[in-house]
């Protein structure tokens, strides 16, 4: 469990990169793809491409930060509008309303609605990769959408695994069995050394007692580090530092390509807002004209993206 978790949250690192690098690199290829919507377009795709990754590593350390993936500091703007749970989510929910939590036991409605937030991530970013044909003065061509797309999905594919690690914990059963089997080991393991002729090897004895103890007590302890390598334990994955690499090598390929400028708007839009708390995030959009203007353009843009996807890929 703890090498192939590392595996997957490792893939996840990896075509974030590779999607960034690469989206930059083929569009500004074109002589004609330097002009300001071009940058905005690349911009964006960063943009998205982090907050995937930035939301899926919430939902990862959900379970010991206790943080919503939609609540992340770095999260602004239209995104965070959208992957914000709204009135339709609980419309559209098949579930309880359980977010009295009194017992300190996991907000299952903040835990599914995070589990959600990653999935909408990807769509915004897929449906910024095929708004190219309308962004760009000089479309990408069909295959090298196919290639960004399909980073997505190795992206997601990534994510599908730390999901089924989280959601599936080792049986209970099988741990108190195997508990059960141990304790009763190291307890009678002193009664195998009893002879008569114990006294005369009495320190050999204690010795050997003490390494097996030590031994078999000291894999159960490392089995327990192991069975959840994320949070915020000394042994634990530092997710967040690996992924802030990720976000500082995407800020210097976009200074590389688009100049200091749209790298500061990048960093910018992706600052680390510690006094990000609920009343912030409530009073974001306290104004019900940028909110509905926000939403409409929201559905613009996923409109044309599935009129867009419709068109290329049927031909």
């Given at each position: 469990?703890?090498?192939?978790?590392?595996?997957?949250?490792?893939?996840?690192?990896?075509?974030t990169r590779?999607?960034?690098?690469?989206?930059?690199?083929?569009?500004?290829?074109?002589?004609?793809?330097?002009?300001?919507?071009?940058?905005?377009?690349?911009?964006?795709?960063?943009?998205?491409?982090?907050?995937?990754l930035r939301?899926?590593?919430?939902?990862?350390?959900?379970?010991?930060?206790?943080?919503?993936?939609?609540?992340?500091?770095?999260?602004?703007?239209?995104e965070?509008?959208?992957?914000?749970?709204?009135?339709s989510?609980?419309?559209?929910?098949?579930r309880?309303?359980?977010?009295?939590?009194?017992?300190?036991?996991i907000?299952?409605?903040?835990?599914?609605?995070?589990?959600?937030?990653?999935?909408r991530?990807?769509?915004?970013?897929r449906?910024?990769?095929?708004?190219?044909?309308?962004?760009?003065?000089?479309?990408?061509?069909?295959?090298q959408?196919?290639?960004?797309?399909?980073?997505?999905?190795?992206?997601?594919?990534?994510?599908?695994?730390?999901?089924?690690?989280?959601?599936t914990?080792?049986?209970?059963?099988?741990?108190q069995?195997?508990r059960?089997?141990?304790?009763?080991y190291?307890?009678?393991?002193?009664?195998?050394?009893?002879?008569?002729?114990?006294?005369?090897?009495?320190?050999?004895?204690c010795?050997?007692?003490?390494?097996?103890?030590?031994?078999?007590?000291?894999?159960?302890?490392?089995?327990?580090?192991?069975?959840?390598?994320?949070?915020?334990?000394?042994?634990?994955f530092?997710?967040?530092?690996?992924?802030?690499m990720?976000?500082?090598d995407?800020?210097?390929?976009?200074?590389?390509i688009?100049?200091d400028?749209w790298?500061e708007?990048?960093?910018?839009?992706?600052?680390?807002?510690?006094d990000?708390?609920?009343?912030?995030?409530?009073?974001?959009?306290?104004?019900?004209?940028?909110?509905t203007?926000?939403?409409?353009?929201?559905?613009?843009?996923?409109?044309?993206?599935?009129?867009?996807?419709?068109d290329?890929?049927?031909?």
């Amino acid at each position: 469990r703890y090498a192939e978790s590392r595996g997957f949250i490792g893939v996840m690192y990896q075509e974030t990169r590779e999607l960034i690098q690469y989206g930059l690199c083929l569009s500004n290829s074109y002589d004609n793809n330097d002009n300001e919507e071009s940058r905005e377009w690349r911009n964006e795709l960063a943009y998205r491409a982090m907050i995937l990754l930035r939301t899926s590593i919430a939902v990862v350390e959900f379970c010991s930060r206790g943080l919503p993936a939609w609540k992340v500091p770095e999260l602004t703007g239209l995104e965070q509008l959208y992957l914000t749970p709204n009135v339709s989510w609980d419309r559209h929910s098949q579930r309880l309303n359980n977010n009295n939590d009194d017992n300190g036991q996991i907000d299952h409605d903040n835990y599914a609605n995070s589990m959600r937030v990653p999935f909408r991530a990807a769509y915004l970013l897929r449906e910024t990769i095929v708004s190219c044909e309308k962004r760009l003065t000089t479309p990408l061509h069909i295959t090298q959408i196919n290639a960004m797309l399909g980073s997505v999905d190795r992206f997601l594919t990534g994510f599908y695994g730390m999901r089924k690690f989280i959601t599936t914990p080792v049986p209970f059963p099988l741990i108190q069995m195997t508990r059960t089997i141990l304790c009763f080991y190291l307890f009678t393991i002193p009664l195998v050394f009893l002879s008569d002729t114990m006294a005369d090897n009495m320190l050999e004895r204690c010795l050997s007692v003490f390494m097996l103890t030590y031994g078999f007590m000291g894999l159960e302890l490392v089995a327990i580090e192991l069975d959840d390598p994320f949070g915020t334990d000394d042994n634990d994955f530092d997710c967040l530092a690996f992924a802030n690499m990720v976000f500082e090598d995407s800020f210097l390929i976009m200074h590389d390509i688009d100049g200091d400028e749209w790298a500061e708007k990048l960093r910018c839009r992706m600052r680390r807002n510690d006094d990000n708390d609920d009343d912030s995030n409530n009073n974001s959009y306290q104004n019900d004209t940028e909110r509905t203007n926000l939403l409409n353009r929201a559905d613009m843009i996923l409109k044309e993206g599935e009129s867009f996807r419709t068109d290329s890929f049927a031909v």
